[in-house]
Every structure is written in C-alpha cells, then in structure tokens.
C-alpha cells in the first residue's frame, strides 16, 4: 500500500495534483482548511505509486511512500 503525505503548511491548493494523476479525482479533493485551500487525500487505494503528483508539486507539498 502507498502512502501518501500532504504538507498542508506547503499546499497551496491548486488542484495540480488532481490534474495530472491518472487516478486523481479518486485519490485527492481540494478543502478549505484554516481560511486556505488545501488537497486532501480521500481514499489512497486508487494510488498505483507513479509519483506524477509529487513531480508535479510546484510548492514540494507531496510525498509518497510505501507502506508494508
């Protein structure tokens, strides 16, 4: 199972990692948290741990690892 880790203090909600995962709007949605939006993970079984939002994370904001 992946892992997945948002920074929320890094977030800047642009939604760019719902655009480019090939599973995005499974995985992430963008909240407001604090007065900020932010993405959220909703369910990370959809993952297949290509990293493409991690690469695509302007502010460095994702992480993923994998769970044993």
Known sequence: ???IF???DKCTGCGECIRV?????????IVEKNGRKVAEVMDRSFC???TTCVTACKPEAIRLERGW
């Open 21 to 29: 995962c090939p599973k995005g709007p499974r995985i992430y949605r």
């Open 6 to 8: 948002i920074d929320t």
């Open 48 to 50: 297949i741990g290509c």
């Open 1 to 3: 199972m992946i892992e």
